[in-house]
């Protein structure tokens, strides 16, 4: 499974972003695909995941201000999506695309900066 993520960039606090990610390979395995953060001197946090049932789950601090989507059903590409708007300064971080196979394999995209100015 590769994962290409691409979509960051500078914002204006209040403003929005959409980040995509490219998956490829063998996909037919893919549980549950997702977003996660990691902000300088922070850990990586989950920002958002979806299922193929398109059950979502999303942090609390980006409830109402993110959505994720895609996933889709093909088992060689898919693109995921995570749609941000009224991005906050500390919304500021790397934002990776991650995917998981059985047993619990992780897969990760290369990330992508995003950056918010007050």
């Known amino acids: 499974v590769q994962l290409q993520a691409s979509g960051g960039g500078l914002v204006q606090a209040g403003g929005s972003l959409r980040l995509s990610c490219v998956a490829s390979?063998?996909?037919?395995?893919?549980?549950?695909m997702g977003w996660y953060r990691q902000a300088p001197g922070k850990e990586r946090e989950l920002v958002a995941a979806?299922?193929?049932?398109?059950?979502?789950?999303?942090?609390d601090s980006v409830k109402g201000r993110f959505t994720i989507s895609g996933y889709g059903s093909s088992n060689t590409q898919r693109t995921l999506y995570l749609q941000m708007n009224s991005l906050k300064p500390e919304d500021t971080a790397v934002y990776y695309c991650?995917?998981?196979?059985?047993?619990?394999?992780?897969?990760w995209g290369q990330g992508t900066q995003v950056t918010v100015s007050s």
């Open positions: 991650h995917a998981m196979t059985p047993p619990n394999r992780d897969y």
């Open positions: 390979g063998m996909l037919f395995d893919v549980g549950a």
């Open positions: 979806i299922t193929g049932s398109g059950n979502t789950v999303y942090a």
